[in-house]
């Protein structure tokens, strides 16, 4: 039984559109599955118990704590990561190119994670109000930009995802080049 319960099992699971597998044990952490054996270091780690949201991937399309995500629970299911979001190459999806823009980083410890959970609540509420910005950035710390530069990033990534869709895309063909089907809409 102990035997059993260590046994390796293989997960296999498409991560940012590739279909990828590996090997893990059953209590093994779905942060550790897609760092260590599948390389996917854009996934950060750092409480570990569900509290800081810097390991947020989303699963299906719906934001997840890693750390608190058994890789097994993966199997079969469609994996983002930061790694994920751009487009094609260096090319950065709308949400990122705000971020750089608003210098909504510094360290960039708590990026990724925010990113994630962004890329899944734009989807949701396509029109965030300022307050439902900051009330979902409530699931994230950040520890060196205060928050304000990053809800700025948000919004403003809302608003020129809502003009393009509206066909009068008002940041002009530079956003239109960083949108394809090979990476996020967000
Ligand atoms: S590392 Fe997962 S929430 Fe902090
Ligand atoms: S940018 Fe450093 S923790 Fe957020």
Redesign the pocket.
């Known amino acids: 039984m102990k035997k059993l319960a260590h046994a390796p099992h293989t997960i296999a699971l498409r991560l940012n559109g590739v279909e990828r597998s590996g090997e893990c044990e059953p209590r093994t952490l779905l942060s550790d599955f897609l760092r260590y054996r599948l390389g996917a270091t854009g996934v950060h780690v750092g409480c570990e118990h569900g509290v800081c949201g810097a390991c947020t991937v989303t699963i299906d399309g719906a934001a997840q704590r890693s750390c608190l995500t058994l890789a097994v629970a993966a199997e079969g299911r469609d994996v983002t990561t930061a790694e994920g979001l751009a487009p094609v190459g260096e090319q950065l999806s709308v949400l990122q190119a705000a971020f750089r823009r608003h210098h909504a980083?510094?360290?960039?410890?708590?990026?990724p994670g925010i990113l994630m959970s962004c890329t899944d609540f734009l989807k949701r509420e396509a029109n965030p109000s300022e307050s439902q910005v900051r009330e979902m950035l409530s699931g994230h710390?950040?520890?060196?930009?205060g928050y304000t530069n990053i809800v700025n990033a948000i919004l403003e990534a809302a608003a020129t995802i809502n003009a393009a869709t509206a066909g009068k895309d008002p940041a002009g063909p530079e956003v239109d080049s960083q949108r394809s089907d090979a990476g996020s809409d967000v």
């Open positions: 980083l510094q360290c960039g410890y708590c990026t710390l950040c520890r060196c930009t």
